[in-house]
């Protein structure tokens, strides 16, 4: 049964649920009273149940924000050499991918609060992503649709681990679209960081810019092959990382990196677009860093003596970079994290490695020096 209130316990109840911030001194003054009555006030009404305790209000959690695909992986390996036009024998492994996911993934391990924005179907493939998954990030904001399939990657690869073809069946993703985003709109706002992949569509990746750029929150675009690099905004200018490979470099600015000269110059034609903080990855070659601070390096990559498979190694390298970057790294360690764990991500069966964690990763590093 709970106890009665006099009246003057009640104006001081009702003054705690306007502010509930107001201090004893306060009350005292608003109600004419002394601030000791005010205390004794306060404790009968804490033991009357009326008020359950001073509280400390914490600051709002603030998540990484990934955005982007969250693909079901299938990889065949081919046993032999591979013959186009006939069927190979091969083993098959099924995985949770996606570009953002992974990221997620690789971020959620290292130990961070991360949560993801996706679109999937409502069948067994995304019941299989979201079990691996959920362990390490947050899957509330993955939106389900029916009537449309989870995202798929089928990827054939050969006996040393290589890349020969990959299908991508992406179309959920279309519905990531601004609308979608903007029903989420005061959780992005508080994110740490946003990351987004191409998978998005152009004009969601356009808004992700423009709401990062409104909100100061940094904001990391992951481009996820050469096609898709149509998806980048026209204009890049605040965008604070771009994590790119050779390739989609390639694509984008229509011209051929040959040698280590054309790798920086391309380079900085992405920062002369405006965006702070750029990679460009070059398989076994390593990467090539800069930003207009601390100029521009070639980081090699770790020689390698058996890979085991390749995919995630990209996602690897660019998760490192980010939770490098947030954690305040210089330029140089940031591409050292990447590297560190791309190179462990090749040795590995899975697309994001077991065994990452950061005291792990900070182990590697230290073994690098
Ligand atoms: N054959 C290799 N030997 C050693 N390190 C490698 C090799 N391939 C990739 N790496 C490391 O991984 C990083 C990223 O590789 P890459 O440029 O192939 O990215 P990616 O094309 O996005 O990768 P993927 O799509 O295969 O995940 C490189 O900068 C390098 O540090
Ligand atoms: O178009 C795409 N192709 C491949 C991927 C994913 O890349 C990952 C490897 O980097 C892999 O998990 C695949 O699902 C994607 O998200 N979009």
């Not at 004794?40 to 603030?62: D, F, H, P, V």
């Not at 965008?239 to 054309?262: G, M, P």
């Not at 090749?346 to 792990?360: A, E, G, I, K, M």
């Amino acid at each position: 049964m709970t106890e009665r209130m006099n009246e003057k316990e009640q104006l001081v109840l009702d003054l705690i649920r306007k502010n509930p911030y107001v201090s004893q001194q306060e009350l005292a003054e608003s109600l004419g009273l002394s601030r000791p009555s005010i205390a004794n006030m306060i404790s009968g009404l804490i033991k009357k149940g009326k008020i359950l305790g001073r509280a400390y209000i914490l600051t709002e959690s603030q998540p990484v924000i990934c955005i982007g695909g969250a693909n079901i992986d299938r990889k065949f390996h081919v046993k032999e050499k591979a013959q186009i036009g006939t069927s190979n024998p091969s083993y098959s492994s099924q995985n949770a991918g996606g570009v953002a996911r992974n990221i997620a993934e690789n971020l959620g391990r290292l130990g961070m609060e991360v949560a993801l924005i996706s679109t999937s179907g409502l069948d067994s493939d995304w019941s299989f992503i979201a079990e691996s998954s959920s362990l390490y990030m947050n899957l509330e904001t993955v939106t389900q649709f029916p009537e449309k399939s989870t995202g798929s990657y089928t990827a054939v690869l050969d006996s040393n681990g290589e890349l020969i073809i990959a299908l991508a069946d992406m179309e959920v993703y279309e519905a990531i679209t601004p609308d979608l985003l903007l029903k989420n709109d005061t959780f992005l706002s508080q994110a740490k960081c946003i990351m987004a992949d191409l998978n998005c569509p152009k004009e969601t990746i356009q808004f992700l810019c423009h709401f990062a750029k409104n909100h100061g929150i940094p904001i990391v675009l992951i481009p996820v092959s050469s096609p898709k690099m149509s998806h980048l905004p026209d204009n890049l200018e605040g965008v604070t990382w771009l994590i790119t490979n050779r390739d989609e470099s390639e694509a984008y600015f229509q011209t051929e990196i040959k040698d280590e000269e054309d790798w920086k110059s391309v380079l900085e034609k992405w920062l002369a677009l405006g965006i702070s903080n750029v990679v460009i990855t070059n398989g076994k070659q390593g990467s090539m860093i800069g930003n207009k601070e601390e100029g521009i390096f070639h980081v090699p990559a770790i020689e390698i003596s058996e890979i085991v498979d390749v995919t995630g190694a990209g996602d690897a390298f660019s998760s490192a970079v980010i939770y490098s970057w947030l954690e305040g790294k210089t330029l140089f360690e940031i591409a050292k994290a990447g590297t560190i764990n791309a190179s462990k991500t090749l040795q590995s069966p899975y697309t994001v490695r077991q065994d990452l964690s950061s005291t792990q990763l900070q182990k590697d590093m230290e073994e690098l020096l």
